[in-house]
């Protein structure tokens, strides 16, 4: 979700010191779950405004040396028209040409926040609407520098040239460590966690 900059209500202030929420979104693109809180995090959006300091944090679902996911193309078609019908967001039915994984998208939206500050959400969002509506594989170069072309003002060919620096690298890493340190805390207390090998994970979406 990229925060709104207009229309924004007055802030609130205690004491003459103003309030924020600081919220931390934990998100992967791949996650029908997530894409389909788009609506309610739109409501979220509106309602509170400026009053919330949204941060992005990739959490890295799936990726190479991973474990191989048992789900058949067909099944994954299917879902997201269970999606579709449960939830009203726009999925397509069409299965893509084979299983993708989602780490190589996670650094797109982590290089996009690194060359242009803030830019990591419409990236997010881009790469959501394409993962979902299109064959775009989520693992292919090409195809995420297609997906991120479409986003105006987005340096796509920068971003996806600087996928494999140190600094992406670097901080993909820390995202990806962090996102798997739910253990012991409220999101996994109410059963909202996942077990992993890196540890217990965030669920997408969650938010602390």
């Known amino acids: 979700m990229q925060p709104s900059?207009?229309?924004q209500g007055p802030k609130r202030k205690s004491s003459g010191i103003e309030t924020r929420v600081k919220a931390l979104l934990f998100t992967d693109p791949s996650c029908p779950w997530d894409y389909s809180a788009s609506p309610a995090f739109r409501t979220i959006e509106w309602r509170y405004r400026d009053q919330v300091d949204w941060q992005l944090n990739v959490i890295g679902l799936s990726g190479?040396?991973?474990p191989p996911s048992q789900l058949t193309r067909t099944y994954l078609a299917n879902s997201q028209i269970t999606f579709r019908d449960r939830f009203?967001?726009?999925?397509?039915?069409?299965?893509?040409?084979?299983?993708?994984?989602?780490?190589r998208s996670c650094q797109a939206i982590?290089?996009?926040g690194l060359i242009q500050p803030g830019s990591q959400w419409r990236a997010l969002r881009a790469l959501q609407l394409l993962n979902f509506n299109s064959p775009l594989?989520?693992?292919?170069?090409?195809?995420?520098?297609?997906?991120?072309?479409?986003?105006?003002?987005?340096?796509?060919?920068?971003?996806?040239?600087?996928?494999d620096?140190?600094?992406?690298?670097?901080?993909?890493?820390?995202?990806?460590?962090?996102?798997?340190?739910?253990?012991?805390?409220?999101t996994e207390l109410?059963?909202?966690?996942?077990?992993s090998p890196g540890g217990v994970r965030f669920t997408a979406p969650s938010i602390v």
Request: aromatic content about 4%.
């Open 5 to 7: 900059r207009t229309n």
């Open 64 to 66: 190479p040396g991973g």
């Open 88 to 103: 009203g967001m726009p999925f397509s039915a069409e299965p893509k040409v084979r299983r993708c994984t989602s780490a």
């Open 110 to 112: 982590v290089a996009a």
């Open 137 to 163: 594989l989520l693992d292919d170069d090409a195809q995420l520098q297609a997906a991120l072309s479409s986003v105006e003002g987005l340096e796509a060919e920068r971003i996806v040239d600087a996928l």
């Open 165 to 186: 620096s140190q600094e992406v690298q670097a901080e993909y890493r820390r995202q990806y460590e962090h996102a798997r340190t739910a253990a012991n805390g409220p």
């Open 190 to 195: 109410r059963g909202k966690a996942a077990d």
